[in-house]
């Protein structure tokens, strides 16, 4: 049942290999000084970043660099990006990565104009306060070169506080935080490391199921995640056969801007427990995001499908083509649990966090960093969550 | 596969049995003179008048009355509509009702400020221009009354002239022309007579289909389609058992907006030639829209069919279910339109244009009046075009 909602998402998206010819003049409608955002300088070896300076100066803007944003942006970077920004009066940040790169422009974006006195991090990440409606937040375009957090059209950013071991979504219910464009290049993930492009497919899985786990309604949402999800898991057999078919990598470039740009999500509750658990994972350990949503996955939903079995009956049925034939709903549930961890080994996923450096010791440590959410079919206790971690390990 | 396009999409929606009570403030951002458009009155009947009447005195607005839109609005009262905010110096014009009303809002936004000399009929209808850049579009609002059209959150107007015989769609390419906001609750849809809301149903399939039918690729927007087809199919046969189902009535509603609101054509060509079939009937007849739709679809569909065989048994399989075991593609295919026109006639569409008050002698000139358009499997020729109005009959 699709309950109240309001649904508002102005980002102007520019898809294809003709996309970045578009940007000066989507800059054009900005003031002149530009805060440039990027990661470890990736982009400085395949080009996009001199294709993003000609299009800077073609625009006739003033550009700060703001680089070295790291994979899970830090508070401690966060407050240097917001010194940049008062600093230079920006008029526009503009983000050229993927999604770290993206939510960090965000976080500066809302904090640049706080008063000095008022931390971002305890505001924003810890307290889930709201940008005041006349604080001014500094616009956010972006460039995207990794595919997978949907940040380029969404209002979520995640930051992490390595002294206090939390990494904390927030999704801004204010309009003003999704960012005005994003430029959308599939070739520009030709170059992509496999271990990022899995990364970032099962990041894209997940955030479909996290929204399509929930409820007992007949909901048009859920259709649309089952439509996202048949056309992920075919495009990515695609992608990892051949990580250049432009086809494969457009279609998954668009499956995660939808996978997570509050569409899906209409009307429903959500929990978002594997993003919590996986999180936690990667507070201790920097692990790749999509790598620890892999490792915790199976058995986090193996723990909750009884508490939900007519829902991971239908994704067996609507998203992996399992006959119902001849099974009982606790059989079809397990059997479409099965085919995605197929899937999963198949295009490599990480799937145990041994791998991403946890061990035994550590369980109790990643539990406490653990926020346990409402919303889904079944909020975990503690046992639970230590269990998990375990079957993960 | 995607190629190169622009999504941008900025209106809001506010959703469910509440939304009503957003409206004043959503009315606030916009200047003191209202331009109030609605149809025969029947939103006086259901009390939907009042309280939209309040909303407007809550938001402290001068309100201009323009009522008596007709189902398929005509040149001569758009004319009307465009005097009446050139007198009034109108800040904002608010469409109540469906398609119809906010089509016509939309026209009256793009032309209210043209000079004189130029005709908007055949300036937006005709010539397919688009609004320049300095002229000023007047923003426009919705309150949805009926669903189907998903004209609540595109850029797209039909106008009909009795004079030419010609019913004419122009989908602006300019992102004013998009309603600012729109309030959709769908127990306002409660009311509508049954051969309304079968018509609406149709409506929404067909703008699927006419998205669908296209291409051989591998592509997003085609799988979002099949999420939309499958909720509509069961959302509809849930509501013509009960008309009161508010979670079928708000799945459908749902599915009206993301049927035409540009996503699912990202990436595709398309001739939307079923739409210049029932609009050519419609030129001639003025019915209902969704009938005419229903009417000339299969016979259209069945014509086309072996151009793209392998999209329809791919439509049979994936929206309908049919199992593709011991079928050749070709009766995969048929078996695919039969489920449909089972469904058509379940739910109750007119299934002829005779029902429509077309007879043999009129084809010529319903021909005479029908765009052929490039795009999809194949462009009908003269021929093709009586072939499939003689097999509507």
Redesign the interface.
């Known amino acids: ?19 970045m010819a ?1 940007l000066s003049d989507e800059l054009r409608a900005y003031g002149p000084v530009v805060q440039l955002v990027y990661g470890g300088g990736s982009i400085k070896r395949n080009g996009i970043y001199d294709q993003v300076m000609r299009a800077l100066a073609d625009a006739g803007k003033t550009v700060v660099e703001d680089a070295g944003v790291m994979p899970n942006p830090t508070v401690e970077k966060l407050r240097e990006g917001v010194a940049i920004a008062r600093e230079n009066h920006v008029d526009l940040i503009l983000a050229v990565g993927g999604g770290s790169c993206i939510d960090y422009a965000k976080g500066v974006a809302v904090s640049a104009n706080l008063p000095e006195s008022v931390d971002p991090w305890q505001k924003y990440w810890v307290d889930f306060d709201e940008p005041a409606a006349d604080l001014e937040v500094i616009p956010v375009g972006s460039v995207l070169t990794m595919v997978g957090t949907g940040s380029e059209m969404n209002c979520g950013s995640v930051i992490t506080n390595h002294e206090t071991k939390m990494k904390v979504g927030h999704v801004f219910a204010d ?1 003003r935080v999704f960012p005005r464009f994003a430029v959308l290049n ?1 070739e520009f993930t030709y170059t992509l490391p496999r271990y990022q492009m899995v990364a970032g497919i099962f990041d894209i899985m997940n955030h479909i199921t996290e929204q399509y786990f929930s409820g007992t ?5 859920d ?6 999800m ?2 992920l898991v ?2 990515s057999r ?1 992608a990892v056969r051949d990580p250049r078919d ?2 494969a990598r ?2 998954i ?3 995660a801007t ?1 996978a997570l740009n509050t569409l899906i999500a ?2 429903k509750s959500t929990d978002w427990e594997v993003h919590m658990l996986g999180q936690a994972v990667g507070a201790h350990t920097d692990a790749t995001h999509g790598m620890t949503l892999s490792a915790v996955a199976l058995p986090y939903y193996r723990l909750v499908m009884p508490y939900g079995v007519e829902k991971f009956a239908r994704f067996a049925t609507n998203v992996w083509g399992v006959s119902p034939e001849g099974k009982s709903a606790e059989e079809l549930a397990a059997a479409g649990l099965d085919a995605m961890e197929t899937w999963m080994r198949e295009i490599g996923c990480v799937m145990s966090t041994g791998e991403l450096g946890v061990t035994e010791d550590m369980l109790e440590g990643i539990a406490d960093s653990t926020l346990i959410m409402q919303g889904g079919y079944h909020p975990l206790s503690r046992d639970e969550v230590i269990e998990v971690f375990r079957a993960s390990l």
């Open positions: 049942m699709l309950g109240n909602f309001t649904y508002h998402n102005p980002t102007k998206l520019i898809f294809g290999t003709d996309a578009a309009v599939p309604d007949d909901n048009t949402s259709y649309l995640a089952e439509g996202l048949r056309s075919a495009a695609a432009y086809e457009s279609n470039m668009w499956c939808w209409m009307g």
